[in-house]
């Protein structure tokens, strides 16, 4: 299957080219705003149809992750990526008759369930599951850009040719090695001098990633079920790692792809020597 990835160089990006990239099922090109020294890529911004379009011929299936990745933006920053470039992937992929349509939306374009309830939220017995059939609540104009792009997915889906299938994977928290893990946050705010360890900051941000994260390995799991299914037509599926904390609904992804996740949160009681490692050669003191 030839896939095209777009902002492929990013961090969702890394794990694809980990588990996908050496795959003989799968033939990977690359496109990026930059280019890179290791991966051939199509050098291209996705605001810029005609610069994009020529990578989607002869492709079977596109991966669409370029976007303005933050909930701080602001709306100009937000609206030439996510906004101007998600209809151009979506158009590229129509005018070249690619049948599957792989969208990295967010767990942000629902993100005002967690903003209401947190820092209870993430305790493990908080009462709160947010399916797919829960409205759309955008925390910021990322995530409202990220509702957009599967209500635009929606339309392709419904009223064009192509692409024939769209899904919407609501990813949560991917950390690149060595923070893919529940402790990859809190780490993180070690590294930068922003908290001790053990400190009331650092547990809370434990608690939060043990609910949101969705390892590497299980988030290309989920686009590999994706790329297998030759019945869904549209779908929009909440990603993580089977997380007890977790309040997103993935039994949706589970009945429908036949999700298995490998990682469980909440079977990690400590953080990996080699991050605890690298964080103190790192530090911030």
């Not at 470039?85 to 629902?110: M, P, R």
Request: with cysteine; charged share 35%.
């Amino acid at each position: 299957m030839r896939v095209l990835v777009t902002g492929a160089h990013g961090r969702v990006g890394e794990g694809l080219k980990t588990y996908l990239g050496d795959d003989e099922d799968y033939e990977l090109t690359y496109l990026d705003r930059e280019d890179h020294p290791t991966y051939d890529t199509h050098v291209a911004d996705v605001a810029d149809y005609e610069a994009i379009r020529p990578a989607f011929d002869g492709q079977d299936a596109v991966i669409h992750l370029a976007a303005y990745p933050l909930t701080d933006g602001t709306w100009d920053q937000v609206r030439e990526s996510n906004l101007i470039g998600t209809h151009n992937v979506l158009e590229a992929a129509a005018d070249a008759g690619i049948e599957q349509f792989v969208f990295a939306s967010s767990i942000h374009a629902a993100g005002m369930y967690e903003a209401e309830n947190a820092p209870e939220l993430y305790e493990l017995d908080f009462d709160l599951t947010v399916t797919h059939e829960d409205p759309e609540r955008p925390d910021s104009y990322y995530g409202a850009s990220k509702a957009f792009g599967e209500d635009w997915g929606r339309y392709y889906i419904e009223k064009r040719d192509y692409p024939e299938q769209f899904y919407a994977i609501r990813i949560a928290s991917i950390r690149e090695p060595p923070y893919d893990n529940p402790y990859g946050d809190a780490e993180k705010g070690v590294e930068r001098g922003d908290w001790e360890r053990g400190s009331d900051e650092y547990e809370t941000q434990v608690k939060r990633l043990k609910g949101t994260w969705l390892s590497e390995r299980d988030w290309v799991q989920l686009v590999e079920l994706c790329f297998d299914d030759d019945e869904l037509e549209f779908g929009v599926f909440f990603g993580t790692s089977e997380n007890e904390r977790g309040w997103f609904d993935i039994e949706h992804a589970k009945e429908v792809l036949g999700y298995e996740p490998r990682d469980r949160a909440e079977e990690w009681t400590d953080p990996p020597q080699e991050l605890l490692e690298h964080v103190d050669a790192n530090r911030e003191d």
